[in-house]
């Protein structure tokens, strides 16, 4: 077994112009049946349809400035085949866990205190931290509309919205306790892959920047 987070090195002779280096990221990956799901009070979700977000992005704009969200890539093994964790609203909308950060709030405490807000029974009840690891992509909105970009377009000097995605590796079990109204769901990696109609650009968009991982699939 290959220690979660292990970097192996290999190097190739010869001159300093003929060395190749290759890295591999190995990640351990863990049955969903070690997993416990419990459930919570609804939270209150404020937004009803797309214009009401954006609405209400344009208004945070105007009093904060550039709003900036964290979300998390949670991975479990079913089936022996990789899937993530989403949060389905309204029995059609997905979401990564996260949220906004609030103002001088870093990125890494931000989503431990999302993560726990959602997946936990309260803020401060985690008996297991949250292991954030590497920022696996960023995404932005440059106005106030619904189109994304992974990267920034040189033309916009005044983005709406920054979305970073943050690796978070998961133990061997933990307790996921879930507000009513929404869904925790387990779903493959291949099916999320491309589906930008069902799942949007960032989450259909993780494959690809889940590919420089190979994923140790542990059976307990």
């Not at 769901?185 to 690809?208: D, F, M, R, S, W």
Request: charged fraction near 25%; aromatic fraction near 10%.
């Amino acid at each position: 077994m290959i220690d979660q987070g292990e970097v192996v090195v290999l190097a190739n002779g010869g001159d300093d112009h003929q060395q190749q280096t290759a890295i591999n990221y190995v990640l351990n990956i863990y049955p969903l049946s070690g997993y416990y799901f419990g459930s919570k009070d609804a939270l209150l979700l404020k937004d009803e349809t797309g214009t009401d977000s954006l609405l209400r992005l344009k208004s945070n704009y105007e009093a904060r400035g550039l709003r900036t969200c964290v979300q998390a890539v949670l991975l479990v093994d079913l089936f022996k085949h990789p899937h993530i964790l989403l949060l389905q609203t309204r029995n059609h909308t997905f979401n990564l866990p996260g949220g906004r950060l609030r103002e001088g709030e870093s990125d890494i405490e931000g989503l431990r205190r999302k993560l726990s807000r959602k997946l936990s029974l309260d803020e401060g009840s985690d008996e297991i931290g949250w292991e954030v690891g590497d920022c696996l992509g960023m995404w932005w909105r440059p106005d106030f509309e619904t189109l994304y970009y992974p990267y920034l377009p040189p033309n916009i000097k005044k983005p709406k919205e920054c979305a970073k995605l943050f690796l978070v590796k998961l133990p061997a079990s933990r307790r996921f306790i879930v507000p009513k109204n929404l869904k925790l769901l387990a779903v493959p990696l291949c099916q999320v892959h491309e589906n930008h109609k069902t799942y949007g650009p960032i989450i259909a968009g993780i494959p690809q920047l889940l590919s420089k991982f190979s994923f140790n699939m542990i059976q307990t």
